[in-house]
């Protein structure tokens, strides 16, 4: 085999070895819930970040109103000041009047924040609900996950023993099992046919002494019974004398 074509059936085994793993149903879900965990991980950093965020906003709003309480109180203060001759009008009026514009500022800052706050709380809430769907969803991918694998046991484990079902006659179990009970047989009749074969073989002499031990064993027992029975009559003959 030339190396252009090894190359070419390599990058063809990795290209079907590819397309099984992404028609793997396992495979994809198991990927769809790593991505949506990683997902889920971002979402809950940038909620951290964002709740950190309205945190010192908060603080900052609030900070900024009581600031702006502050010098209102400090203005008016002042102009009592100046009315009680403590300190000079003009100097409490100027004084006021920076206050005043303080507490603006602050007042103004108060204002923003609290429309900083709405827009940030905002975005927290869409944030807790995204949150709440990803777990949602990795939650249910991860039991249709335990689902697809115990299927694709089933299946493995029908697929298998279908796929031997449906082989079996063309494994050759039965053919083999066949031509053993046919080797059988024909080793049976061998051996009937050597049996018969051994009887047809032998010569007349073999038949005649056959015969003949047969019927001298045939004569061998009578003469013995012939000679008892003389023997017992000899012995009354002797008694009766």
Same mark, same amino acid.
């Given at each position: 085999?030339?190396?252009?074509?090894?190359?070419?059936?390599?990058?063809?085994?990795?290209? /079907?070895?590819?397309?099984?793993?992404?028609?793997?149903?396992?495979?994809?879900?198991?990927?769809?819930?790593?991505?949506?965990?990683?997902?889920?991980?971002?979402?809950?950093? +940038?909620? +951290?970040?964002?709740?950190?965020?309205?945190?010192?906003?908060?603080?900052?709003?609030?900070?900024?109103?009581?600031?702006?309480?502050?010098?209102?109180?400090?203005?008016?203060?002042?102009?009592?000041?100046?009315?009680?001759?403590?300190?000079?009008?003009?100097?409490?009026?100027?004084?006021?009047?920076?206050?005043?514009?303080?507490?603006?500022?602050?007042?103004?800052?108060?204002?923003?924040?609290?429309?900083?706050?709405?827009?940030?709380?905002?975005?927290?809430?869409?944030?807790?609900?995204?949150?709440?769907?990803?777990?949602? /969803?990795?939650?249910?991918?991860?039991?249709?996950?335990?689902?697809?694998?115990?299927? +694709?046991?089933?299946?493995?484990?029908?697929?298998?023993?279908?796929?031997?079902?449906?082989?079996?006659?063309?494994?050759?179990?039965?053919?083999?099992?066949?031509?053993?009970?046919?080797?059988?047989?024909?080793?049976?009749?061998?051996?009937?046919?050597?049996?018969?074969?051994?009887?047809?073989?032998?010569?007349?002499?073999?038949?005649?002494?056959?015969?003949?031990?047969?019927?001298?064993?045939?004569?061998?027992?009578?003469?013995?019974?012939?000679?008892?029975?003389?023997?017992?009559?000899?012995?009354?003959?002797?008694?009766?004398?």
């Amino acid at each position: 085999m030339g190396l252009f074509t090894r190359i070419k059936k390599i990058a063809e085994s990795e290209a /079907h070895s590819l397309a099984d793993q992404l028609e793997d149903p396992i495979k994809i879900t198991e990927q769809g819930i790593r991505d949506l965990k990683t997902s889920l991980e971002q979402s809950l950093r +940038a909620l +951290a970040e964002v709740k950190a965020v309205a945190n010192r906003k908060r603080t900052d709003t609030e900070n900024a109103r009581r600031l702006s309480d502050d010098y209102e109180r400090k203005a008016m203060l002042l102009l009592r000041k100046a009315q009680l001759g403590e300190i000079a009008e003009i100097e409490a009026d100027r004084l006021a009047t920076q206050s005043l514009d303080l507490k603006s500022q602050n007042e103004q800052l108060y204002l923003d924040g609290q429309q900083e706050q709405i827009r940030l709380d905002q975005q927290i809430s869409k944030l807790d609900s995204g949150i709440v769907a990803l777990r949602n /969803h990795i939650s249910k991918y991860e039991n249709e996950l335990k689902t697809l694998r115990a299927r +694709a046991q089933v299946a493995a484990a029908t697929r298998t023993v279908n796929k031997q079902l449906a082989g079996v006659d063309s494994t050759s179990t039965v053919a083999l099992l066949e031509r053993m009970k046919e080797k059988i047989d024909q080793d049976e009749a061998i051996a009937d046919a050597y049996g018969e074969m051994s009887l047809e073989s032998r010569s007349v002499d073999d038949e005649i002494e056959s015969a003949l031990a047969s019927e001298t064993s045939s004569q061998s027992d009578s003469l013995l019974a012939l000679k008892a029975r003389l023997s017992a009559n000899s012995e009354r003959k002797m008694l009766g004398e």
